[in-house]
């Protein structure tokens, strides 16, 4: 055992423990009790500090980290506040002094497919709005399609013709079952018959549309990228099939 001087009364006291500073709970409680709230120095708020030698109420309010505010108007209401230079780049953060004024950057629209309600940005209302990727591909596939598609030329018929699978037999012989355009055989890609000049041109005549001079084989791939596909008109050099 030894003694010890309180430090809150000064009254000496005996303890088992080494380094005691309270003698009795009262006054354990004096010393431990949280220290009375403190004005910042700098923004002058009122806050209860973590101990005796704090000054400032947060980290922003110490003079190695207070910011230079430039004085701006809101660009809804025109009220006069101190924004950061660094926010002014931002497009929401410092143009607006208050929540209800940056509510005015948004509108309300429809989906053009489904007519749900949209609560979009100003800039980014259109004509014609879509909630998601989904409604949009719909739209698209029955306001584009069939006449109304920028890439039609007539349209497809399957029926070329009586002379179709004789015609188609020889072109495929002729070339030796493969690619004219690079070579691949029926193990490799799949063959099609191509006509140089499109069907839809010969108005209906197959006995000239399905001739040899206008049909090659082609593979998958060269037949979708063959130009004639998209001629709105036949070019000079092929006219004489017509």
């Known amino acids: 055992m030894a003694k010890f001087n309180c430090i809150i009364c000064g009254s000496e006291f005996v303890s088992y423990y080494k380094g ?45 980290n207070r910011v230079i505010r430039v004085k701006t108007n809101c660009l809804h209401c025109g009220k006069e506040m101190l924004v ?7 497009p929401v953060r410092g143009k607006y002094c208050s929540k209800e004024c940056l509510a005015t950057r948004y509108g309300e629209t429809n989906c053009k497919h489904c007519g749900k309600k949209l609560v979009l940005y100003l800039s980014d209302i259109k004509e014609i709005n879509f909630c998601n990727h989904e409604c949009k591909n719909e739209w698209m596939s029955y306001t584009f399609n069939g006449e109304n598609a920028s890439a039609w030329r007539g349209g ?18 002729r070339d030796g079952n493969k690619c004219v355009k690079c070579g ?9 018959v191509h006509h140089k000049i499109p069907f839809r041109f010969f108005n209906g005549d197959y006995e000239k549309a399905n001739v040899l001079e206008n049909l090659e084989t082609n593979c998958n791939s060269c037949h979708s990228a063959q130009e004639s596909h998209l001629w709105h008109e036949v070019p000079v050099e092929f006219k004489r099939f017509l």
């Open 20 to 64: 005691a500073k309270y003698c009795s709970k009262p006054c354990q409680g004096k010393g431990m009790r949280k220290l009375p709230d403190k004005e910042c120095e700098y923004c002058k708020k009122i806050f209860r500090p973590r101990d005796s030698q704090q000054r400032f109420c947060s980290v922003k309010c110490r003079p190695s």
């Open 84 to 90: 950061i230079p660094s926010r002014f780049n931002d």
């Open 156 to 173: 497809c018929y399957n029926y070329r013709g009586d002379n179709w699978k004789a015609q188609r037999r020889k072109a495929l012989k």
């Open 184 to 192: 691949a055989t029926s193990k490799e890609a799949k063959l099609m």
